[in-house]
């Protein structure tokens, strides 16, 4: 069968390839040139998002450049809540927009209209998986309930989450009921991905970090688990990556508290500690985007520094967060390049 010869299935399989497999968080975005065309052409965001010709085109654009071993499907987290009637927008250097949440809105939310409006998604993944090279892992996605809450509580982005986390403390029932409600709706609709011809999904925690102990079981843990336990309950193999950003030593309980397959990691995480979480399993990550603008001896040494210490257990190589709009498209290739041990 075609998918045996896709790498990152086999490290996520619990295999140790070298050099191992490569692809990039945000690996399609503003810092491509050819990402700014179709986007400008696109018109808004989210119509790229929900224009399958556009979304298929800038998902092949980093595979073609730079041969990534994954093609992940250009969407974003907050088509969910968009599809839950939120109306989301994206503002030019605001970031997303919605109207924030309230209880009653909470326990108003329907999962019935998510099916017709995410099905433009869901065609972009089935001509992907038929556009893509047989050795090329197609990656579905979606965010954790705890990260997508954040944006629909406080209806744009913030440094800390703080409307989130206050909201958590003085609703505590209709905040567990978003996210059981999250949980759910996500479910379904990465098994739609899956269907449709993704080889694996990640799910993004991007906010796990500003949690506090207790917190992060309940808004990290918990719903991430149920979203897996529905997901293994209808396609038992599915293959499926967490990243809790920021979550520190956490991580350590979070894959087996999760029933993930691999853990995806920040940069923050010392390379040691990530070779303590190797021994349970594969692990992805974790170089500073940061490296990648600045290039030269920092990039080297970073990716260094990460196939010294983790290359010699399942690895999937990439960055600790997305890459940036300001990274030279250059540095990417000097990066596979080196990863691949070409150079
Ligand atoms: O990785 C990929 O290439 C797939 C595409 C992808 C996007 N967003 C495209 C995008 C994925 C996986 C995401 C996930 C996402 N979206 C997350 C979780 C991961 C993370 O980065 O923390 C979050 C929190 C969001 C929400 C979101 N989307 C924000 C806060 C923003 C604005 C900030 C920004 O970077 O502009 C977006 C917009 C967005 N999503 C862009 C892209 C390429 C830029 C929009 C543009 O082209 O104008």
Redesign the pocket.
């Known amino acids: 069968m075609a998918t045996e010869n896709r790498k990152i299935l086999q490290v996520l399989e619990g295999k140790t390839l070298s050099p191992p497999p490569i692809w990039l ?6 810092y491509l040139p050819e990402y700014r065309q179709t ?1 400008a052409e696109a018109g808004s ?1 989210l119509d790229l998002c929900y224009s399958p010709d556009h979304a298929v085109e800038v998902t092949l654009q980093p595979i073609r450049r730079y041969g990534f071993d994954a093609a ?7 088509v969910i809540p968009d599809a839950l009637n939120r109306s989301v927008r ?1 503002e030019e250097g605001r ?2 927009l919605m109207e924030p949440i309230d209880v009653d809105g909470i326990y108003a939310l329907k999962g019935d209209t998510i099916g017709s409006h995410l099905s433009p998604v869901i065609e972009t993944v089935s001509r992907l998986r038929v556009a893509l090279p047989a050795e090329t892992t197609l990656l579905g ?1 979606c ?1 954790a309930p705890w ?1 997508v809450a954040t944006y629909m509580i406080a209806g744009h ?1 913030t440094p800390d989450q703080a409307p989130a986390r206050l909201f958590a403390y003085r609703n505590p029932e209709a905040f567990d009921h978003l996210l059981a409600f999250l949980a759910d709706v996500s479910a379904e609709y990465l098994i739609a991905q899956i269907d449709a011809g993704a080889d694996a999904v990640q799910i ?1 925690d ?1 906010w796990a970090g500003v949690l506090g102990e207790a917190e992060f079981e309940r808004f990290a843990v918990k719903p991430v688990r149920r979203m897996i336990d529905a997901v293994r309950s209808q396609r038992p193999s599915a293959k499926i990556i967490a990243f809790a ?1 920021g979550a520190g030593i956490l991580l350590k309980h979070y894959r087996q508290a999760v029933d993930a397959d691999a853990i995806g990691l920040d940069w923050s995480v010392p390379l040691s500690f990530a070779r303590d979480l190797q021994k349970d399993g594969p692990v992805q990550g974790n170089l500073d985007p940061m490296r990648v603008v600045a290039g030269g001896r920092a990039l080297d040494d970073g990716i260094d520094a990460i196939l010294q210490t983790l290359g010699q257990g399942p690895l999937i190589f990439n960055l600790g ?2 890459i940036t709009p300001q990274a030279n498209p250059d540095h990417v290739t000097a990066l596979v390049n080196r990863v691949r041990g070409h150079s």
């Open positions: 968080m945000r690996q399609a975005g503003r986007r965001f992940i499907l250009f969407s974003d987290i907050l994206f970031g997303p996605f965010g990260t982005g993004f991007s950003k967060h997305g």
